[in-house]
């Protein structure tokens, strides 16, 4: 019976016959999802069988009948109360989109119902517009559309894929979804217009602007929205000694030169404190040229470590600022830290001779700083002596007699007396004494240049 059912249709199909067919069915589906085919009969027909085939519907074309209520990737359910029955199609690829037929067996002609399938690939757009912003700012997302569409639902959500943008809209033209979310619409500009407020890095990615249509696929623009981090126009560590000065620089944008300037210190940029005050070991100077500022710390104490804010908006516009750490050390502290770590690990032995190491290399340079700094004093004394020094050493070395020595001694006590200086000399003092020592007696060119004589 149903070949010749089948038969007779294919006949009624090539004569263009529309005696058993029941209107068209326009359906739009997405690649990967699934689509419902919804198909109604007449009242009497509740117990016959329904089914869905495709194309020429031939015995071969037929994909599901009831009873049965899942085949492959096709499934069925007949609801006799509102006498409708379904078959859903899941997993929809491009093949898939063409001509199908909801068909209801009965002796002689079925009764068939066309339906027309397009499937779409699941994913938006050609074109999609870039849009950046702050956290903790605001953005507003513009949408156009077409005139046809002007009184139907519009709304926003993220991601790529159209098929879920509905069920997952953040906002929406007759509901609000999410707070931060409100969507306006402009119906004589044709342009829908969502506005996110309270930015945060997580609100960066891609989102939808849809808009509702009577035939179930929807039309979508793509916007790619970058949300930046907050502050800066640049982000440093700064570190510096105990008792030493520091410099911190703060940029700012040319356009801001005429600005106020300030430089606060606290955790939260909401919540810091000014720092160049009257009388205060922070002073701002402003570099116009650099299109910067410089903030000079005098005298760094170790509680000057922490977080800074220096700026020239004090809108506080996101991007206007520096954030800089500071960092404070103290030689001292460090040197014991030094000492501490080689203590605890001596009895490991493993990390010791680095330890030592850099404690040797940091006492050596702080040694040497001393002796630079003493011997500025008495440079320039010691290098106007050091020729008569020089020719008194060679003088020891070249007379070896103890007359001479003696003669040496002599021209020693009248310097001394030339100098003011009336203190006997020890008889029994060695006459070959260190002459070295004269350096220190000598106290006048005059008699430099009678000693050479």
């Not at 116009?288 to 000057?304: K, M, P, R």
């Amino acid at each position: 019976m149903w070949s010749l059912q089948s038969q007779l249709f294919v006949l009624c199909i090539s004569v263009s016959c529309v005696a058993g067919a029941a209107g068209l069915i326009l359906l739009f589906g997405y690649e990967g999802r699934h689509i419902n085919v919804s198909c109604s009969y007449a009242h009497g027909y509740e117990s016959y069988e329904k089914y869905l085939c495709k194309g020429d519907c031939g015995n071969s074309d037929v994909l599901i009948m009831t009873p049965e209520t899942k085949k492959n990737k096709y499934s069925i359910h007949d609801d006799k109360m509102t006498r409708v029955f379904t078959a859903t199609i899941s997993d929809l690829l491009l093949m898939d989109a063409g001509k199908y037929w909801c068909g209801v067996s009965r002796d002689g002609t079925d009764i068939y119902t066309e339906v027309k399938l397009e499937v779409k690939p699941d994913s938006c757009c050609d074109n999609v517009i870039q849009i950046q912003s702050y956290e903790e700012g605001s953005v507003s997302i513009r949408c156009p559309y077409e005139s046809e569409n002007r009184n139907n639902r519009k709304y926003l959500c993220k991601g790529t894929q159209p098929s879920m943008c509905l069920q997952r809209a953040l906002s929406t033209s007759d509901s609000k979804a999410n707070t931060r979310f409100t969507l306006t619409d402009d119906k004589l500009a044709r342009m829908f217009t969502v506005t996110v407020t309270a930015l945060t890095l997580k609100d960066s990615g891609s989102y939808l602007c849809g808009v509702h249509t009577n035939t179930g696929l929807d039309v979508f623009s793509a916007v790619e929205l970058e949300v930046k981090e907050w502050c800066c126009v640049k982000s440093k560590h700064v570190s510096g000694i105990v008792g030493n000065p520091v410099t911190l620089q703060c940029p700012y944008p040319a356009q801001h030169v005429d600005n106020r300037k300030f430089v606060c210190k606290g955790d939260e940029r909401n919540n810091c404190t000014n720092v160049v005050t009257i009388a205060s070991r922070f002073t701002l100077q402003d570099d116009i040229s650099l299109h910067s500022f410089l903030v000079t710390v005098a005298q760094l104490e170790a509680g000057d470590a922490g977080t800074y804010w220096c700026g020239s908006d004090s809108r506080w516009g996101a991007g206007n600022y520096t954030n800089i750490h500071l960092s404070v050390v103290s030689l001292s502290n460090t040197i014991v830290a030094i000492t501490a770590a080689a203590n605890s690990t001596l009895l490991k032995g493993a990390a010791l001779p680095l330890i030592l190491t850099a404690a040797t290399a940091l006492l050596v340079l702080i040694v040497a700083l001393v002796i630079v700094y003493k011997c500025k004093g008495a440079e320039v004394f010691t290098d106007r002596n050091k020729p008569e020094a020089e020719e008194v050493m060679q003088a020891a070395d070249i007379y070896g007699n103890q007359e001479v020595a003696m003669f040496s001694k002599r021209k020693i006590s009248q310097q001394q007396r030339a100098c003011g200086h009336y203190d006997d000399v020890d008889s029994d003092q060695p006459d070959y004494e260190n002459f070295t020592k004269t350096e220190e007696i000598y106290c006048n060119e005059s008699f430099h240049e009678a000693t050479k004589r």
